[in-house]
């Protein structure tokens, strides 16, 4: 720890005992300065403001913060961006009234600021441990400040990717949900492309239909039920579904009553005896995958 530096001021009076002395390497050096009255008798503060001015060469410091006050002393410490040149100086010690529109005192002492050559003695070697100490200090606040960031850095990237994630599992749920249908013109897999969800097949070599009751151009009705399989690739149409409309009359000219004697041996009679093959009734088709999601 480095001694405090005590000095005595007396009010509006310079003093011609020895100088103050500052080497250009004291930073942070605590001081403090005794205020006294002319007559010798301590000068109290009170309610008053000290301020410090600090004058060397053409350098002018003022110090109006972190001034400690007690009775007759103040204590401070040079600023440690005070830039110091090998001159001399005078420290001017101001108190003005608690409003600061009155200067109540002034007291100054001169200064020498001498060389950067450090001496070799107890203070200087507790100067230079100091600026090691706290170049250390500063070394290490900034490795970690780097590692932070760093950290922090990696961080976002890594929130960010999970929110990515989370967007694009929330995209599916929406545009997707459980129970829709989805198609592809080729192979894809939905349980593959949609990681978490759950999907089959469906509709394989069937036409998709509206569910409910619809009614055609001939005003006919059909209901068609969800999942239901209805409806055939080829189909046997039946005498009924032919449409042919079959009478019996007199065979005029031959007198020959319908149904009576010698009517079979006399005239052709088509039997029916339904139709030999089924026909294609498919529409015009174009295949793709359909799947429904299921979870």
């Not at 008798?41 to 006050?69: F, W």
């Not at 490795?143 to 995209?171: E, F, P, W």
């Not at 690739?233 to 005498?239: E, F, G």
Request: contains cysteine.
């Amino acid at each position: 720890m480095i001694d405090v530096q005590s000095f005595d001021f007396y009010l509006n009076k310079k003093v011609t005992d020895e100088p103050i002395r500052l080497n250009q390497y004291d930073r942070k050096v605590p001081f403090k300065f005794n205020l006294y009255q002319p007559d010798g008798s301590a000068y109290i503060i009170g309610n008053d403001i000290p301020k410090i001015e600090m004058v060397v060469g053409s350098t002018i410091i003022i110090i109006s913060t972190g001034i400690t006050i007690s009775s007759n002393s103040i204590s401070f410490v040079i600023p440690r961006e005070a830039a110091l040149n090998s001159e001399t100086g005078i420290f001017n010690v101001i108190v003005e009234s608690i409003d600061g529109t009155e200067r109540v005192g002034t007291f100054c002492r001169d200064i020498i600021v001498e060389s950067n050559a450090i001496d070799e003695n107890a203070a200087s070697s507790a100067l230079i441990t100091s600026v090691i100490e706290d170049l250390q200090s500063n070394v290490t606040t900034a490795t970690k400040a780097k590692n932070d960031l760093d950290q922090s850095i990696g961080n976002g990237m890594l929130a960010n990717y999970v929110k990515i994630s989370d967007l694009r599992a929330l995209v599916v749920e929406i545009e997707h949900p459980v129970g829709s249908i989805k198609p592809f013109a080729d192979t894809t897999d939905p349980n593959i492309k949609y990681p978490n969800t759950t999907w089959i097949q469906v509709g394989k070599g069937q036409v998709f239909v509206g569910v409910g009751t619809g009614t055609d151009k001939n005003t006919l009705t059909k209901e068609f039920k969800a999942g239901a399989n209805v409806g055939e690739y080829q189909h046997k149409l039946t005498y009924d579904e032919l449409g042919i409309e079959t009478t019996k009359t007199e065979a005029v000219g031959y007198g020959l009553p319908v149904g009576g004697a010698g009517f079979g041996d006399r005239v052709m009679v088509t039997a029916n005896n339904g139709i030999a093959d089924a026909h294609n009734i498919l529409p015009p088709t174009f295949g793709i995958y359909m799947w429904q999601r299921t979870a």
